[in-house]
T-cell receptor, first 112, second 112 residues
């Protein structure tokens, strides 16, 4: 069974204090690993897709990386507007092509 | 391009009733997936529809069902509601099976 574990559960940073969020996964065959951002009361917002180990994607202050067992979301010089829950999900290859298996997320709070 | 829309946004029902939720995917997207989000379990996959056919199903009882129409719009139905069905129900669409999924704002269902 596919599994995704995210750490830490919660993270509090000061504005400008860089850090990384971790996503460890177990999947029979990885089709893709996805990062989403979710604000309270809203649906998840798509950020990145990573397909193979060694791949990196960047968007503003965020950079996602992928190895064979885990993914990291690096946040450089965060701002208060980066406060949200960050969700990681995996999609397995094969017959369950569309199903996303999510981790429970990391709640990020960025303070002034 | 308009995003995924879900109606209604909020619902309050009593135990034993049934409910129907609606999802309109992004134009051109043919796959619609449904997820249940609760504080304890996080995001859990319910089912996926592609070309009006259910292609994949998660581990939920038969009280949860859905359908997709020829214009790719989808509905999900929950019969004989239980208190534990209180959750945020999210719909996500993608161009085809697999790949990035884009989420709607969700329907908040409260069962009393």
């Amino acid at each position: 069974e596919d599994q995704v574990t995210q750490s830490p559960e919660a993270l509090r940073l000061q504005e400008g204090e860089s850090s990384s969020l971790n996503c460890s996964y177990t999947v029979s065959g990885l089709r893709g690993l996805f990062w989403y951002r979710q604000d309270p009361g809203k649906g998840p917002e798509f950020l990145f897709t990573l397909y193979s180990a060694g791949e990196e994607k960047e968007k503003e202050r965020l950079k996602a990386t992928l190895t064979k067992k885990e993914s990291f979301l690096h946040i450089t010089a965060p701002k208060p507007e980066d406060s949200a829950t960050y969700l990681c999900a995996v999609q397995a290859s094969g017959g369950t092509a569309s199903k996303l298996t999510f981790g429970t997320g990391t709640r990020l709070q960025v303070t002034l | 391009k308009a995003g995924v829309t879900q109606t209604p946004r909020y619902l309050i029902k009593t135990r034993g009733q049934q409910v129907t939720l609606s999802c309109s995917p992004i134009s051109g997207h043919r796959s619609v997936s449904w997820y249940q989000q609760t504080p304890g379990q996080g995001l859990q996959f319910l089912f996926e529809y592609f070309s009006e056919t259910q292609r994949n199903k998660g581990n939920f009882p038969g009280r949860f069902s859905g359908r997709q129409f020829s214009n790719s719009r989808s509905e999900m139905n929950v019969s004989t509601l239980e208190l534990g069905d209180s959750a945020l129900y999210l719909c996500a669409s993608s161009v085809g099976r697999g790949g990035e999924q884009y989420f709607g704002p969700g329907t908040r269902l409260t069962v009393t």
